[in-house]
């Protein structure tokens, strides 16, 4: 039998931080509401687009796995968050990393991309259609945060993760998962202003888009959705509670978080937190607290984890993943970020002011990247 096993990981984790004190000087919001509600202490902002942060995300993961960008047959890009719609952002990663024999496929199913991306990739291995495949849970949200709204704007972050799963014979990686989703009530989480149907995106400007969040049903659902998923992926892959060496789950609260462990029978000192520095970074949660989790020494060599997650669509899913011997990084790698000359603060108010924080003007944004795509030039 083939598994996919985890066998790179890295993250990359813009540097620019934006502090509850911040977010207090422009919204009617203290740190203590932000603490007591949500365990959110401060998040980070990107002054790169999500791209980059996959970029060296990437490259750590690749280095860390000791092989080549070329070795790859697969890259999932997971993410609702995307640079450019056309192409798809796992073609620019590809053509970044010079990934040259590698499919490339984005997955949006917002905070479960990174997930569901998981599963997709291992599938593809388990049944022989690739060997080496490389899934990123990024996420740029700082653009197209409503900053004016403190229902959403406290609660996001920015940032990026990877891993690479390689073909192997021993039982590794994802051992069984369930995947589901609340379309039902697809409605209660919504960026309006964000998508085809809004008019042409090139047209929308930061801070534009308008979030439709009922914080408290999503609360509800996410319990039901992450509690029942872990039950029956502890079910599927034949485990109990008490084989769970770590829960890394996805961190949209946590007080969601409490819950979910208490259901699943888990103590707390069993689940890794990274919600009080990062807030939700969506697609990203997950793989970052998974690389800090082995940075951390927090990952048992041969470790049962279970990461139950919930995003907009509803989307929700549970995987149980046996981690392999190797905790630690084959290479490192020294690609890294620009550096960041500005303030959280500071990008944040450009956004605010619909002003693009690179110094672009949108007249600028929305001419197309490729001059020969021009409007009206045939084709
Ligand atoms: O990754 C996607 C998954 N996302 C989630 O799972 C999020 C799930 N929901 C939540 O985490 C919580 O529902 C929130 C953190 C969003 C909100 O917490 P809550 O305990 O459900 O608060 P609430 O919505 O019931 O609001 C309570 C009060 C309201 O004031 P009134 O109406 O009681 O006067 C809000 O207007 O708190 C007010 N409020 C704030 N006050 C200060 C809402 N946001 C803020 C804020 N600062 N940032």
Redesign the pocket.
Known sequence: MTFAAITGWGKCMPPAVLSNAD?ATF????DE??TQ??GIRERRVSHVCGTELAYVASARALACAGIAATDLDLIVYGSCSNDEHIPNSASGLSVRLGAGNAAAMDVNT??TSFLYGLSTATAMIRTGVVKTALVVGVEWISPFMDWHN??????FGDGCAAVVLQASDAESGVLAEKLGCYSDARAI?RVRGSGLAYGYNGDVAYGDTLWD?D??E??K??VHGMGESAAEALTRARKSPGDIDLIVP?Q??L??IEFVAKRAGIAMDRVFLTVHKYG?M?AA?VPVALVEALEEGRMPAGGLLLTPA???GLTYCSHVIRWGERVTPLATSDVDLPPCERSALAIVRDYMARRDPRGRSFAGLNAPVFPEAKAGSGG
């Open positions: 977010l919204l009617d919001t203290d509401w932000i509600r949500t917002a905070c403190r229902n959403v704007a406290v609660l989480l969040f914080g408290q999503i609360f659902r996410a996805h949209a609260n007080r969601i939700n969506s949660t919930f995003g907009g």
